[in-house]
Nanobody
Framework: QVQLVESGGGLVQAGGSLRLSCAAS????????MGWFRQAPGKQRELVAW???????YYVASVKGRFTISRDNAKNTMYLQMNSLKPEDTGVYSC?????????WGQGTQVTVSS
């Protein structure tokens, strides 16, 4: 099992930046699927940035070029750097990992982008 704890959310004006962190309670081998979900008000949760099992990085089209996913294995932490934020980026951001064939999510952190 693993516990995931996000931090770094908040209120920011459009055009601003935030960096989200996801701290894991244990080390996660790099060949596991892990990433960031977002759930906007009234919408389904969507996967916005992730590491494939081969370690490649992928992004949903709406955030490509603005968001960067990264990880620090020594700190058991994954990050999401979000630049040029838009009001439509508002939502609850949760980190996710598929480990030993089980899905784990953090509790989420709120990101609100004002226009």
């Amino acid at each position: 099992q693993v516990q995931l704890v996000e931090s770094g959310g908040g209120l920011v004006q459009a055009g601003g930046s935030l960096r989200l962190s996801c701290a894991a309670s244990r080390s996660i081998p790099s060949d596991n699927l892990m990433g960031w979900f977002r759930q906007a008000p009234g919408k389904q949760r969507e996967l916005v940035a992730w590491f494939s099992r081969r370690g490649n990085m992928y992004y949903v089209a709406s955030v490509k070029g603005r968001f960067t996913i990264s990880r620090d294995n020594a700190k058991n932490t994954m990050y999401l750097q979000m630049n040029s934020l838009k009001p439509e980026d508002t939502g609850v951001y949760s980190c996710y990992v598929n480990l030993d064939a089980r899905d784990y999510w953090g509790q989420g952190t709120q990101v609100t982008v004002s226009s």
